[in-house]
């Protein structure tokens, strides 16, 4: 699609300081009900790890048909979609077809970097 703009290269800086890690993450983070070691673990989970793979080879056009492609249960890829877009990872396109409205998961950078500081 023409006008379709990446972001490049994701970073996130992890800093580890007293025994715990101290982010960039809290700046991104809606609440503070997860320790910043429990995002980095959801963030870089298996399950996360299929949905972006499965996003780049067969673009699937919901969050539905990637739930089905994937063989998990919609509200878990609801949940796992939900944290990499609030990262910027992917981003949500709304669409509409003639029955329904849905929202189209695409890759929102080309690469990812995690760089962690000790």
Not at 4 to 17: A, D, F, P
Not at 32 to 43: M, Q
């Amino acid at each position: 699609m023409a006008g379709k703009k990446r972001e490049g290269i994701r970073n996130i800086s992890l800093v580890l300081e007293r025994n715990a890690f101290s982010s960039l993450l809290h700046l991104f983070s809606k609440e503070d009900l997860f320790s910043e070691v429990s995002i980095v673990r959801s963030l870089l989970s298996n399950e996360k790890a299929k949905i972006l793979h499965t996003i780049k080879q067969n673009k699937p056009s919901s969050i539905y048909v990637l739930a089905k492609q994937l063989g998990r249960d919609f509200k878990a890829v609801r949940k796992d979609v939900s944290v990499l877009e609030h990262f910027g990872i992917i981003k949500l396109v709304k669409t509409e077809n003639k029955k329904r409205k849905s929202l189209m998961p695409s890759l929102n950078m080309d690469s990812l970097q995690i760089n962690i500081n000790f």
